[in-house]
């Protein structure tokens, strides 16, 4: 009864105020595509390095898979049922096995051992690369990047030449859209290009103003095309200009600059290409505030209700967090707040890479 009570005391802790431990934060970019900070609204995803001067941000969109239709079932399995029953009832379960391994495992390929892109099962691929060329950047000080599971927002800020510089993140719960915005702290001082790149399977690429398309077709396994895809990449900027050049946005000298990212496939029945070309179409009118507070209030309704808070916290928020991960390894009681904070970031991929509003999916 004693250890109910205990329990119970431990749940009801979960008190008003999430407090610190809800952000995870880093002083270096990352290296690797584990290192990144993860973003979805269960339709499409992005994961920013956070590289000062050359940023790579992995899209992807959920329905992108290769492969078609088959039918890799042997309808003649069920005549060899009664003897495998028999076989295990005698107990040769070594023959039994082996007469199941003859009879019920599917006839396709599969994943293709490794080629699971050019087998008809397919597999699910990356959609492909956006790049930031940063330019007119000096020395990088005070570096931060970080990800805030209480807004679903990823940021990377720093300083360079005494210039304070801001980069916001986040994949609308709201619309179906990736936002980046790009400030800093003195006017005229954006510059970058800006590319999408993916190695396979694109038909299309071209620029158009402040616009890059994309179109694609994955193959279906069996010598033909499967599903198609599409998207648009968008860049709004305040003071500036935007040209093209080589196949890449070049933005020089903005105030500030916002890039918006749609995809989608003909998964859903739908012309991708319609489909982003409607997503994007009103973005010249958009206001970034009204986007981040739409988004907000979206993603509130689910991570907002469940608050959690664990007795006599100890926490090492001041340190970043793969540092506070090597230490928590060598003594966990010396950082309870790193418990709380990898409970809520569970519960933040779940509802990133969960798609709730169907509509949003076209």
Known sequence: MQSKIVLLIFLLSCVKGFGHDLIMWYDKPAKRWEEMLPLGNGWIGMMPNGNPKDEQIVLNEISLWSGGPQDPNNYEAHHSVKAIQQLLLEGRNDEAEKLVNQNFICAGQGSGFGNGANVPYGCYQNFGFLNILYSNLGEITNYNRSLDLSTAMAKTSFISDGVAYNRTYFTSQDKNIGIIKLDANKKGVINFALHFYREENISHYSIDGNEISIRGILPNGSGGQGISFAAKIQVVIKGGSILNYDNELI????????????????????????????????????????????????????????????SDNISKQDLPTDVRIRDFYLDPSTDNGLAVLYYQFGRYLTISSTARNSDKAL
């Open 251 to 310: 933005i020089k000298h903005a105030d500030e600059a916002i890039i918006y990212f749609s995809a989608s496939t003909s998964y859903y029945g739908t012309d991708p290409v319609k489909v982003v070309k409607s997503n994007l179409k009103d973005s010249h009118a958009w206001k970034y505030s009204n986007l981040e507070k739409q988004h907000l209030n979206k993603y509130k309704e689910v991570f907002d209700r469940v608050e959690l808070h664990i």
